[in-house]
């Protein structure tokens, strides 16, 4: 693994079932995060964590859930999928040690289409 | 809390510059640009600091007015390689969030 990986590529799911994207990261950054893109209106963050052991909400965390076991994976949870959750999922990593921001160059992951009939 | 970019779209010939700026309604801490190309995700450009602080790649430059909450990323010599649509993201001071502006594509033409 070179960067950060994330399965699967696309999928399509019933409304009401559970699905698990999954997001690993080899570069054994601290810190990891989830974004959905939708057009028009750009990448909104869903969760993120700040260090294995550790997660807080983003701007759109409802219907969502992320666990933090280890550095390097951060699998996120649809518990019961919705049509509006049909989007573009990318999942980022960085180094928050390097600068003083709590969000650092960040590395993304190429992505899960997610399509939610 | 989502920052605004300006302009949503622009077409520019190889070689013109152009200036994409982000502007915020909180305080930030700190101000990221990427660029994503039709397909591909995002690739990180530059962040700029409060304080001063700058970080990012060669032949990219940005600026940040920690009063006004603004940025404004500047594309120089532009050449088809730039094409894509570029993202600011902002820091707020508080919180622990971070947030995207809604893009600004850019085409360079030949």
């Known amino acids: 693994i070179a960067g950060i990986t994330q399965a699967p590529t696309s999928q399509i799911l019933a409304a009401g079932r559970r699905m698990t994207l999954r997001c690993t990261q080899d570069m054994r950054h601290n810190a990891m995060y989830w974004y959905r893109q939708d057009l028009g209106l750009g990448l909104r963050l869903i969760h993120y964590?700040?260090?294995?052991?550790?997660?807080g909400k983003g701007e759109v965390p409802d219907g969502y859930s992320v666990s933090r076991a280890n550095t390097d994976d951060f699998p996120l949870t649809l518990a019961s999928a919705v049509p509006s959750q049909t989007s573009v999922y990318f999942c980022?990593?960085?180094?928050?040690?390097?600068?003083?921001?709590?969000?650092?160059?960040?590395?993304f992951g190429p992505g899960t289409r997610l399509t939610v009939l | 809390q989502q920052p605004v970019q300006s302009p949503q779209a622009v077409i520019l010939r190889e070689g013109e510059d152009a200036v994409i700026n982000c502007s915020s309604s909180k305080a930030l801490y700190s101000v990221h640009w990427y660029r994503q190309k039709h397909g591909e995700a995002p690739v990180f450009l530059m962040i700029?600091?409060?304080?001063?602080e700058q970080k990012g790649h060669d032949k990219i430059s940005a600026s940040f007015n920690e009063k006004k909450q603004q940025s404004s990323l500047y594309l120089t010599a532009s050449q088809l390689s730039y094409s894509g649509t570029y993202f600011c993201?902002?820091?707020?001071?508080?919180?622990?969030?971070?947030?995207f502006g809604t893009g600004t594509s850019l085409t360079v033409i030949p």
């Open positions: 980022a990593s960085s180094d928050k040690s390097s600068t003083g921001s709590s969000y650092n160059e960040q590395f």
């Open positions: 964590s700040n260090t294995a052991g550790t997660t």
């Open positions: 993201g902002t820091e707020p001071s508080t919180g622990n969030q971070f947030y």
């Open positions: 700029l600091l409060k304080g001063g």
